[in-house]
C-alpha cells in the first residue's frame, strides 16, 4: 500500500460541498483508476486513465470528474456532493507489461456525506 | 440482476478447515477471473488470477473456474487466522481493465 497514496484518509462534509480526494503513486505506472466500495455492491469504477492524456469514464461516472496532474498524480472530484456518494473510494495503478497486469490499490479514503 | 454474484457471508471457520468461496456471473463473455483479499481498513490486493477454465493452485490456494456453469471457487486448504480478511471475486473481459467485482465474502478464521 504504501507505493499508493490517498489522502484524506477520512473526510467528512456537507451535502453540496466540493471536495477532492488525491492520490499519489511512486509505483511508475501510467494507468490509474477510481473506484467506490459501498456494501453489498463491490468495488465499482468510476475513472481510469491510461496515461497523462487519456481519461475514460467507468461504470458510474456521473456526479464525479477526474483530474491527471500527472504521471504520479490522480484526483477525484466530487463537485456538489450528495449522501449517497458517501462510499469507500480506491485509488489503483496499474502496468501494462508483460503477462497478467495486476492492479495496486490504496488504502482508501473513507468518505461521509451529511 | 448482478452481474457477478457472490455469497455473502459472513463465514467463520476454526483454524484447520478448508474454506469455499464461490461466485457466479452473467456474462458469458468473461475471459479473466480474479480473487483479491482485502483486510480490514486496508485496499484490495490480488490473491490470484486465472485466465479462461480451469484449476489454478498456489501454496493453500486452490482457484477453478467452469466456464459452461459460470461459477468460480477458491479453495483454502489448512486455513489460518491470517486469512480472515474479505475475499472479492473480479473478472474482465479483457487483460484487467474494466473489472466487475463481486461485493466480497468476509472470512473469520478462528484459532
Known amino acids: 500500500d504504501a507505493d499508493v497514496t490517498q489522502t484524506p484518509r477520512n473526510r467528512i462534509t456537507k451535502t453540496g460541498k466540493r471536495i477532492m480526494l488525491e492520490c499519489s503513486q511512486t509505483?511508475?505506472?501510467?494507468?490509474m483508476y477510481w473506484y467506490r466500495q459501498d456494501p453489498g455492491l463491490g468495488l465499482r469504477l468510476i475513472y481510469y486513465?491510461?496515461?497523462?492524456?487519456?481519461?475514460n469514464k467507468g461504470e458510474i461516472s456521473d456526479g464525479y470528474s477526474v483530474s491527471r496532474q500527472a504521471q504520479a498524480k490522480f484526483s477525484l472530484s466530487l463537485e456538489s456532493a450528495i449522501p449517497n456518494q458517501t462510499a469507500l473510494y480506491f485509488c489503483?495503478?496499474?502496468?501494462?507489461?508483460?503477462?497478467?497486469?495486476?492492479?495496486?490499490f490504496g488504502p482508501g479514503t473513507r468518505l461521509l456525506v451529511l | 440482476q448482478k452481474e457477478v454474484e457472490q455469497d455473502p457471508g459472513p463465514l467463520s471457520v476454526p483454524e484447520g478447515a478448508i474454506v469455499s468461496l464461490n461466485c457466479t456471473y452473467s456474462?458469458?463473455?468473461?475471459?479473466?477471473f480474479m480473487w483479491y483479499r482485502q483486510y480490514s481498513r486496508k485496499g484490495p490486493e490480488l490473491l490470484m488470477y486465472?485466465?479462461?477454465?480451469g484449476n489454478k493452485e498456489d501454496g493453500r490456494f486452490t482457484a477453478q473456474v467452469d466456464k459452461s456453469s459460470k461459477y468460480i471457487s477458491l479453495f483454502i486448504r489448512d486455513s489460518q487466522p491470517s486469512d480472515s480478511a474479505t475475499y472479492l471475486c473480479?473478472?474482465?473481459?479483457?487483460?484487467?481493465?474494466?473489472?466487475?467485482f463481486g461485493a466480497g465474502t468476509r472470512l473469520t478464521v478462528k484459532p
Open positions: 456474462n458469458s463473455a468473461f475471459q479473466y
Open positions: 489503483a495503478t496499474s502496468d501494462p507489461g508483460l503477462g497478467y497486469e495486476t492492479q495496486y
Open positions: 509505483k511508475g505506472h501510467d494507468r
Open positions: 473480479a473478472m474482465s473481459l479483457l487483460n484487467n481493465n474494466d473489472m466487475r
Open positions: 486465472t485466465y479462461s477454465s
Open positions: 486513465s491510461f496515461d497523462v492524456k487519456d481519461i
